[in-house]
């Protein structure tokens, strides 16, 4: 298990588990995923972590908004308030630069790669009790 901030600790520990609790399993594995990446030994996947850490939101993300569209457009119709939702753009524009669309001798660093890992993790969980919140009420 990777040694990050207290507060990746925070975001990741449960959002595998309620990936799971939610019915979103895929969601969860990728999750799984990006902890085994950014935990790997003896240089971390940095470039893994990100691309399933968001690959779990978008799954999120799409469960939630009932859409198949990719998350860059599903941002827009989820319940972030503003400017939430731009930072989220933002961070799905590094996802593709730095995560998807490399350039050779660009690796992200770690601390970058467990930022995404930590946001991405914490918004999943944002939105699902979000959701679990509004079909309760």
Same mark, same amino acid.
């Given at each position: 298990?990777?040694?990050? &901030?207290? *507060?990746?600790?925070?975001? %990741?520990?449960?959002?595998? @588990?309620?990936?799971?609790? /939610?019915?979103?399993?895929? /969601?969860?594995?990728?999750?799984?995923?990006?902890? $085994?990446? =950014?935990?790997? $030994?003896?240089?971390?996947? %940095?470039?893994? /972590? =990100?691309?399933?850490?968001?690959? /779990?939101?978008?799954?999120? *993300?799409?469960?939630?908004?009932?859409?198949? +569209?990719?998350?860059?457009? =599903? =941002?827009?119709?989820?319940?972030?308030?503003?400017?939430?939702?731009?930072?989220?753009?933002? !961070?799905?524009?590094?996802? &593709? #630069? @730095?995560?998807?669309?490399?350039? @050779?001798?660009? +690796?992200?660093?770690?601390? @970058?790669?467990?930022?995404?890992?930590?946001?991405? &993790?914490?918004?999943?969980?944002? !939105?699902?009790?979000? $959701?679990?919140?509004? #079909? #309760?009420?």
């Amino acid at each position: 298990m990777a040694r990050g &901030s207290e *507060a990746f600790a925070l975001a %990741t520990s449960d959002a595998v @588990e309620m990936m799971r609790a /939610a019915g979103t399993p895929t /969601a969860a594995n990728e999750v799984h995923e990006a902890l $085994r990446g =950014i935990s790997r $030994r003896p240089q971390a996947d %940095t470039t893994g /972590a =990100i691309q399933h850490a968001m690959a /779990a939101l978008e799954c999120v *993300a799409r469960e939630v908004s009932g859409s198949s +569209d990719t998350l860059g457009p =599903i =941002i827009n119709r989820l319940s972030l308030p503003s400017p939430l939702d731009a930072a989220l753009h933002k !961070l799905w524009g590094f996802t &593709s #630069q @730095e995560g998807r669309h490399l350039q @050779e001798g660009r +690796d992200p660093q770690f601390a @970058e790669a467990e930022l995404v890992v930590t946001v991405a &993790s914490a918004v999943s969980v944002y !939105l699902l009790r979000h $959701r679990a919140r509004s #079909q #309760q009420g």
